[in-house]
């Protein structure tokens, strides 16, 4: 693999790095032991460190000169997974593993940290932003929200993520929205329970909770234009305790996901107005919370020419697709671009890789050298090597 020579040759640190930290995953907010570990290793390589932004949040940073400044983000996060590997990195936690590969994520980031402490070919500033919190809780925002980009600003960030299914050796990405929009909501559908056996003396709440169910699904297929991209899916649904009692209430969970603002109004006015009015027709109430979470993904146009440039001086042009589908899962690296240009990519973890999020998964260490490759061209070109691009 062409990777940066000397990136290859702390191949075998940052696998070590990357297992020890799979070892001990920690939650949202909780990533004390991994923050602890990522600011240890950027003050080894001379790197700048703060501390503290969004409770567990490491940014380092490198001031190379004048010129522009660079953001590199990675999370550091793990997931509420039990872990079914039984390798001896394996999670040594219970309950917890890093199955979403961000103990990869924030290795890959150290990796380039070092080299580029080490040989600093570039005119300008780089920040390493370690964000806790990816998953579910948006550690992303609120580090923008503690001031991030205020504190530490940037021309320009950029973001990674490892993908299953997309070949070692290959990078994804495109212009333009990229992650969809993730909202979740509840709806609490309150009847009067009664006798299973006399259902005329009560008001079944399950009919009418069916009936949203059904009614959601032309939301997407009747009302949002085809050839705009959402999803509304009924992840859960609650009701009753045993077989001869009508309950008083059934509960209704799930996930909305869309790319245009309008979209996402539309998808949630029309489920309000479908619980509101199927739950009159049946006698029951219904009670909405609709809750906005991920903004969508959008990468920036010549920040994503960039970032292809600098995969593509990695693996070679033939194995940059830079005009990827974008996909309806959401990452909270959103909320940078929001307040920053930038670009996110996807580096192939391999074919024969477990799924993201399977209590299967592990980070491919295969690609360690590939993805601080990347991010050091990416700074290298970014903000100009003086000479030619060398494999140091
Ligand atoms: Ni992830």
New binding site residues.
């Given amino acids: 693999m062409p990777v940066i020579n000397r990136i290859a040759e702390f191949h075998a640190d940052m696998t070590a790095w990357r297992r020890r930290l799979h070892a001990h995953p920690e939650t949202a907010f909780e990533e004390r032991r991994t923050a602890d570990f990522v600011a240890a290793k950027l003050g080894e390589f001379g790197v700048e460190v703060d501390r503290g932004l969004a409770v567990t949040g490491v940014v380092g940073t490198i001031e190379g000169g004048n010129g522009p400044a660079i953001g590199l983000r990675a ?1 550091m996060d793990a ?1 509420f997974v039990s872990e079914a590997n039984d390798f001896a990195h394996a999670s040594a936690v219970g309950g917890k593993m890093h199955a ?3 103990d990869g ?1 924030a290795v890959m980031l150290l990796g380039a940290a070092r080299y580029l402490a080490e040989t600093r070919r570039f005119k300008g500033t780089v920040r390493f932003i370690f964000q806790p919190a ?2 579910n809780e948006g550690g992303g925002r609120v580090m923008v929200e503690d001031g991030l980009f205020d504190k530490f600003p940037v021309d320009g960030v950029y973001g990674m ?2 993908w299953p299914g997309l070949p070692v050796g290959r990078f994804a990405l495109r212009a333009g929205a990229m992650k969809a929009a993730c909202d979740i909501f509840e709806i609490t559908v309150t009847g009067r329970g009664v006798h299973a056996a006399m259902p005329h003396l009560g008001a079944d709440p399950i009919p009418a909770a069916c009936e949203m169910v059904s009614a959601f699904q032309t939301i997407v297929s009747r009302a949002a234009n085809p050839v705009d991209s959402a999803v509304l899916t009924v992840t859960r649904f609650r009701a009753g305790e045993t077989t001869n009692v009508i309950p008083d209430v059934a509960v209704l969970g799930g996930t909305t996901r869309s790319f245009l603002e309008a979209t996402r109004d539309m998808i949630e006015a029309r489920m309000r107005l479908i619980a509101d009015h199927v739950a009159a027709a049946h006698g029951v109430a219904a009670e909405v919370q609709y809750e906005r979470r991920y903004p969508s993904l959008v990468n920036h146009r010549k920040e994503a020419e960039t970032a292809a440039a600098a995969a593509a001086a990695v693996v070679g042009a033939d194995n940059v697709d830079a005009d990827a589908p974008p996909n309806m899962g959401a ?1 909270d690296f959103a909320y940078m671009l929001e307040r920053v240009p930038g670009c996110y990519v996807l580096i192939g973890a391999g074919e024969s890789s477990p799924p ?2 399977a209590s299967t998964f592990d980070f491919n260490d295969e690609i360690l050298a590939i993805g601080a490759s990347y991010w050091a061209r990416l700074v290298e070109t970014v903000l100009g090597v003086p000479a030619k691009l060398e494999m140091l």
């Fill in positions: 999370d997931l979403c590969g961000h994520h990816e998953e993520h490892n990452e993201l999020h």
